[in-house]
């Protein structure tokens, strides 16, 4: 096998070189298309369904291994086989058999095709007895986000192309609160709907309403700023207010499991809050 790191622009030239002598031989291309340095080639790039089967056509026959082209050398160099979670490096390749030689040589120079999952976010409020995470992934959604998994520059692939859509988009988990030591916690995630398909640079985050004054209306605590949310003096409706009663609902203040009404019953000071701890049967 070769692994060949060449300007991508150098392309056309090394194929009439040396293309011919490369036929049925595994190569390894990290190369990417630089429209600074490579000119009228990167643009052509963009009219191709990906840069792989581009730099496929320079080398027929061969069976071709993409990787290595998401990060920096200097990067590499200093993150192979760091200790904990390795880093993630997507691979694609020709063919299934090929794939799989791809995989095993980044896995065992220290790191993982499997990590394409980052950037999580969990929801600072515990909602149905679960947290809540959003994160990016580059996993293929289905049949219609299929390119590799590494693109999601707009100057790698011809993103106006219906058929190009990058697999870069936000996903949603539920995380187990009480889960076993020892066991993964998460639930199958699922894509987040009404994402604009063409698009690769979303990156998700959860967030809060401000909190609503006291004497404002409100529907649970965790609206208002004094962490209560209580009938008003002449029993109507619901408003804000700082003033502790005896025990706190679901979703109003605590700091401590038996400030929570139902405490010792599934309900639990978690971040602050009196929430579920357990998903409802």
């Known amino acids: 096998m070769l692994l060949i790191a060449i300007p991508f622009g150098a392309w056309p030239s090394f194929s009439k070189q040396y293309a011919a002598s490369l036929k049925g031989k595994i190569v390894m291309d990290p190369t990417n298309p630089n429209p600074t340095r490579d000119g009228e080639l990167a643009k052509i790039v963009l009219t191709k369904p990906s840069t792989g089967e581009y730099v496929a056509e320079f080398l027929p026959g061969v069976k071709l291994i993409r990787a290595f082209n998401t990060s920096s050398y200097a990067s590499f160099a200093k993150e192979a086989g760091r200790p904990g979670e390795k880093m993630g490096i997507p691979v694609a390749a020709s063919d299934d058999a090929t794939l799989a030689i791809g995989v095993r040589l980044v896995n065992e120079a220290g790191f993982d095709d499997t990590t394409l999952q980052y950037e999580p976010t969990v929801l600072p409020v515990v909602a149905g007895g679960y947290a809540w995470v959003v994160f990016t992934s580059r996993r293929m959604y289905g049949n219609v986000a299929t390119i590799a998994p590494n693109i999601s520059d707009p100057r790698e692939y011809h993103w106006l192309d219906p058929t190009q859509y990058t697999p870069k988009k936000l996903w949603v988990a539920a995380i187990d609160l009480n889960a076993p030591a020892g066991t993964d916690p998460s ?29 404002t209306g409100c529907e649970t605590g965790d609206e208002c700023c004094g962490g209560y949310c209580r009938p008003g003096g002449d029993g109507g409706a619901l408003i804000c207010t700082m003033q502790q009663p005896m025990c706190s609902q679901e979703f109003e203040k605590c700091t401590k499991d038996s400030d929570c009404c139902g405490y010792g019953s599934g309900i639990t000071c978690i971040n602050g809050l009196c929430s579920k701890s357990q998903p409802i049967p």
Do not use: I, K, S
Not at 189 to 212: I, M, S
């Open 187 to 215: 639930h199958p995630a699922f894509y987040l709907p009404a994402q604009e398909l063409l698009a690769g640079n979303a990156r998700g985050f959860w967030t809060v309403d401000p909190c609503h004054p006291d004497g």
